[in-house]
């Protein structure tokens, strides 16, 4: 753990390595804008046909990279509100985007409508609750938001191995082995082994990193993805 400092950074290396999540939220904005300003086809990713939940899950990047950077800056209650809503809200909307891939619309009043709105709006609504009453959950928080992580790469690898669609399976890859190295280095910070707290290459900085990189390899393999079947996409 990073000591603190009498500055503008309580934790010099733990705030500005959140660069990291604006920077990955940036890319993943700047390309939602583009693919929504291009024409598209039946045959392309359904996060470049509906861009609207790809650039969510920017926003929601930058989001965790604003609030950790305030919460290591300033240690404060209000600090870690905001990181506790990005990174609940992140994982809120990858999962909104992975579910509405399986289920791009539903039939209401004999036309199809589709469900990103409502994903959307559920994503946010869910990440806002959750983070007002995160001090009900305690410990067990902690357990059921690293269950869903597993759940979801659980489920984006089994689309790989079932063959739903056609994806290129190194993003996959990558995301599992950043997010693995990063809980392998937060577990070294935590037990007090990665380095000293007055160094400027601390665990916690290299975690920020290596899930800005898991981030980033999610949203490309999403944006990588064909539709075998081009008449079910939505």
């Not at 503008?8 to 733990?14: G, L, S, V």
């Not at 995301?175 to 990063?182: D, F, G």
Request: hydrophobic share 50%.
């Amino acid at each position: 753990n990073e000591a603190f400092y009498a500055s503008i950074y309580r934790q010099r290396a733990n705030t500005l390595s959140n660069l990291a999540y604006v920077l990955v939220g940036l890319y993943v904005i700047a390309y939602a804008w583009w693919d929504y300003r291009r024409p598209t086809k039946e045959t392309d990713p359904y996060a470049v046909r509906h861009p609207a939940l790809m650039g969510l899950f920017g926003v929601t990047c930058i989001e965790v990279g604003i609030g950790s950077g305030l919460m290591h800056a300033a240690m404060t209650p209000w600090g870690h509100k905001l990181d506790v809503l990005g990174m609940i809200a992140t994982l809120s909307a990858l999962i909104a985007l992975h579910w509405t891939r399986w289920i791009p619309s539903i039939p209401v009043g004999g036309r199809r409508l589709p469900t990103w709105p409502v994903a959307g709006f559920l994503a946010v609504a869910i990440s806002i609750f959750l983070t007002l009453n995160v001090h009900i959950f305690g410990s067990a928080g902690n357990t059921a938001y690293a269950g869903f992580i597993g759940i979801v790469g659980v489920v984006m690898a089994f689309e790989v191995v079932a063959g739903k669609t056609s994806q290129q399976y190194r993003w996959l890859v990558l995301c599992a082995v950043s997010l693995a190295l990063a809980f392998y280095v937060w577990y070294l910070d935590r037990a007090g082994q990665f380095s000293s707290p007055e160094s400027w290459f601390q665990g916690h900085a290299v975690w920020h990193v290596l899930t800005a990189v898991t981030l980033a390899s999610a949203a490309i393999f999403y944006r990588s993805e064909v539709p075998i079947n081009p008449d079910n996409t939505g």
